[in-house]
T-cell receptor, first 118, second 115 residues
Framework: AQTVTQSQPEMSVQEAETVTLSCTYD???????LFWYKQPPSRQMILVIR??????QNATENRFSVNFQKAAKSFSLKISDSQLGDAAMYFC???????????????FGKGTHLIIQP | GAGVSQTPSNKVTEKGKYVELRCDPI?????LYWYRQSLGQGPEFLIY????????DSGLPNDRFFAVRPEGSVSTLKIQRTERGDSAVYLC?????????????FGPGTRLTVL
């Protein structure tokens, strides 16, 4: 079974600064997908960015980018020019290409609470 | 268009009671997922439907939990003989199909409190 670890329960950053959220995972699979989801107080999970494991190029979505290190099984999220609206819980998630045995769902980490200081 | 909706938003019940939680996925989405999010944790997978059938129910914690999707659209998660440990936010998500790359769109969840 895969596991996802987010070692930072909480991070704080000044508005307009850059912050990096860490995520490591454990898997024996060679192909898979990785995601970062944002969960504001409204509880609704919102996809921030995704990465295919077979792609070496790091994904980028506007102010959000990832540093994907496949050999190290690391998948960190960098948020540039932090904005007050970025404040939320951030979850790293793993998706297998397999079926059954729970593989169809996302495997989430425990999350990082991001605080934006004005 | 409309996103994933879940009703009720909050549900308070007493230990031993039966509850039903409803999920309305995005129209046209064939894949539907249920997750449970306990306080301070990330969501945990419960069950996945492809169309009307439960393709993977390996995440259901025990036989008190059951889910249906009779017409391939709306799904209901049913919990019998509720226990205090069942208290959590229950999230539903849908995606266009099962494909691993496809984005799962989440609803706002139902917060279940068992007294």
């Amino acid at each position: 079974a895969q596991t996802v670890t987010q070692s930072q329960p909480e991070m704080s950053v000044q508005e307009a600064e850059t912050v990096t959220l860490s995520c490591t995972y454990d898997t024996s699979e060679s192909d898979y997908y990785l995601f970062w989801y944002k969960q504001p107080p409204s509880r609704q999970m919102i996809l921030v960015i995704r990465q295919e494991a077979y792609k070496q190029q790091n994904a980028t979505e506007n102010r959000f980018s990832v540093n994907f290190q496949k050999a190290a099984k690391s998948f960190s999220l960098k948020i540039s020019d932090s904005q007050l609206g970025d404040a939320a819980m951030y979850f790293c998630a793993y998706r297998s290409l397999q079926s059954g045995g729970g593989a169809d769902g996302l495997t989430f980490g425990k999350g990082t609470h991001l605080i934006i200081q004005p | 268009g409309a996103g994933v909706s879940q009703t009720p938003s909050n549900k308070v019940t007493e230990k031993g009671k039966y509850v039903e939680l409803r999920c309305d996925p995005i129209s046209g989405h064939t894949a539907l997922y249920w997750y449970r999010q306990s306080l301070g944790q990330g969501p945990e997978f419960l069950i996945y439907f492809q169309g009307t059938g439960a393709a993977d129910d390996s995440g259901l914690p025990n036989d008190r939990f059951f889910a249906v999707r009779p017409e391939g659209s709306v799904s209901t998660l049913k919990i019998q003989r509720t226990e205090r440990g069942d208290s959590a936010v229950y999230l539903c998500a849908s995606s266009i199909n099962r494909g691993s790359y496809n984005e799962q769109f989440f609803g706002p969840g139902t917060r279940l409190t068992v007294l």
